[in-house]
């Protein structure tokens, strides 16, 4: 089975700090996703990555900044945490032989900024 | 991305089928059918997919309707666990698309 693992199912940050949050996938996928999910925003995409050291920005980038070093790894980074990011995060990954079909998502980590 | 509307919730007797229904009116020919849920403090789980075609896994069926306008999830014999979210989504599967869109989605209740 696909496992996609995140660093914590619950973290609580003050304003301003600096946050990561680690996803790791062991499948050998290509592509991996961090999103954020809301109540009444469903889910929105911030970066995604097809490779090691690549990276696309998704919907809503802005405060965020993320780092693939390894392909199994994908690092989502609030460089100063604010209020507004408090949030549920959601990190995911594909193979690139599905087309992006399935995509495969970890149990999620709620941030709480204080 | 076309867009989809389903209802918003629905119950269903356990060891029932559940029919969860998907309107895409605006879909395209390139544009496929995917079905997720999510159950309560989880991440998503992929269910099926479709283009044209009805298809079956050990999860559950999806009709998708001639005019592809709209779909049916089809779970053939629902237990407590099924209670979740569910999801249609309507995209183009290719290279560079891989981003899936949530709307507001099924809640599915499954009743004793």
């Known amino acids: 089975d696909v496992k996609v693992t995140q660093s914590s199912r619950y973290l609580v940050k003050r304003t301003g700090e600096k946050v990561f949050l680690e996803c790791v996938q062991d499948m050998d996928h290509e592509n991996m996703f961090w999103y954020r999910q809301d109540p009444g925003l469903g889910l929105r995409l911030i970066y995604f990555?097809?490779?090691?050291?690549?990276?696309e920005k998704g919907d809503i980038p802005e405060g965020y900044s993320v780092s693939r070093e390894k392909k199994e790894r994908f690092s989502l980074i609030l460089e100063s945490a604010s209020t507004n990011q408090t949030s549920m995060y959601l990190c995911?990954?594909?193979?690139?032989?599905?087309?992006?079909?399935?995509?495969?998502f970890g149990p999620g980590t709620r941030l709480t900024v204080t | 991305d076309a867009k989809t509307t389903q209802p918003p919730s629905m119950d269903c007797a356990e060891g029932r089928a559940a029919n969860l229904p998907c309107n895409h009116s605006t879909i395209s020919g390139n544009e496929y059918v995917y079905w997720y849920r999510q159950i309560h403090s989880q991440g998503p789980q992929y269910i099926i997919h479709g283009l044209k075609n009805n298809e079956t896994n050990e999860m559950a069926s999806l009709i998708i309707t001639e005019d592809r306008k709209s779909s049916t999830l089809i779970l053939p014999h629902a237990t407590l666990r099924d209670t979740a979210v569910y999801y249609c989504i309507v995209r183009v599967a290719n290279f560079g698309n891989e981003k899936l869109t949530f709307g507001t989605g099924t809640r599915l209740t499954i009743i004793p």
């Open positions: 990555s097809y490779d090691v050291k690549m990276k």
């Open positions: 995911a990954s594909s193979g690139s032989d599905s087309m992006g079909y399935e995509q495969y």
